[in-house]
């Protein structure tokens, strides 16, 4: 079992920090792509559901209450101190 691997276009502002070599959101287990669905009545959610809005949601992040939370970045990649890699079977 190993970590997945950054995207082949990562372009993570901690690139070169020592020890964030390979942690960035595009690999992490909190990250999830939004996608848009025919019901929803504001234009920028409205759509096919196999079209990206290009935004992410991290839902690792929350406030202690207990409650389900997730919160929208426009960017892929950048690393918080949540990050958990997404790990593969070998």
């Known amino acids: 079992?190993?970590?997945k691997p950054r995207d082949p276009d990562?372009?993570?502002p901690f690139l070169e920090v020592p020890g964030f070599e390979n942690?960035?959101?595009c690999n992490?287990?909190?990250q999830v792509e939004l996608f848009k669905h025919p019901w929803?009545?504001?234009e920028l959610f409205k759509g096919s559901i196999s079209e990206s809005m290009k935004l992410y949601a991290c839902l690792g992040l929350s406030h202690g209450d207990g409650k389900?939370?997730?919160i929208i970045f426009e960017k892929k990649h950048s690393v918080c101190e949540m990050h958990t890699?997404?790990?593969i079977n070998n």
């Open 85 to 87: 890699a997404i790990i």
């Open 10 to 12: 990562c372009n993570s």
């Open 68 to 70: 389900k939370q997730a």
């Open 1 to 3: 079992m190993t970590p």
């Open 40 to 42: 929803n009545q504001h």
């Open 23 to 25: 942690i960035c959101c």
């Open 28 to 30: 992490c287990a909190f």
